[in-house]
């Protein structure tokens, strides 16, 4: 009998599932865990239970603690990526791929047809998994961020058609 190298090494496979409400606190602490400034779990709330909003998050096994999630926003045909955090442990092994990829499935199939996100500039792993899902460039927004020593940072304006 063969078992999932994970089993040797005691890591469970993230799953995937839709984020409610009660998940606020746990996407709070992932988020702050990826971001300098982070939301507070009021936020998460609110964004949540905003009608026109869809989340994703990542858990470690069923029930497990938040690994990751991807939040959006937006009216059809259109919506916005508006975050995407993995915990850092975590980072590196495509779980933000597979939210993305889950993510834009869902949305395609509920007839979204575009998506836009903005990501900083100097932010090389972000764009390299959105370029690697077939995001382009389309703007910038200079001075949209700020860096930690407080120097402003620019923004790129991505899109993806996905119907």
């Known amino acids: ?18 984020a409610t409400t009660a ?19 009021d936020e998460f709330e609110r964004l949540l239970a905003d009608r026109l909003s869809r989340a994703l998050v990542a858990v470690d096994g069923t029930g497990g603690a938040a690994l990751g999630f991807i939040l959006v926003r937006g009216v059809k045909p259109e919506t ?3 975050s995407v955090a993995v915990v850092p442990r975590r980072r590196g092994r495509g779980l933000a791929r597979r939210l993305l ?23 090389a792993p972000a764009r390299r998994l959105y370029e690697r899902n077939g995001f382009a460039e389309v703007g910038r927004r200079a ?17 993806r058609d996905i119907a």
């Not at 990829?101 to 932010?123: D, H, K, P, S, Y």
């Open 143 to 159: 001075g949209y961020y700020r860096t930690a020593s407080g120097a402003p940072a620019t923004a790129l304006v991505m899109r």
């Open 80 to 82: 916005e990526i508006l």
């Open 1 to 18: 009998m063969k078992f999932p190298i994970s089993q040797w090494f005691g890591a469970r496979e993230p799953v995937l599932r839709t």
């Open 23 to 41: 998940d606020a606190a746990a996407l709070a602490a992932v988020h702050a865990s990826a971001f300098r400034i982070a939301w507070d779990a």
């Open 101 to 123: 990829e889950r993510q834009l499935g869902q949305l395609a199939a509920e007839g979204f047809t575009t998506v836009f996100l903005e990501v900083e500039e100097a932010n």
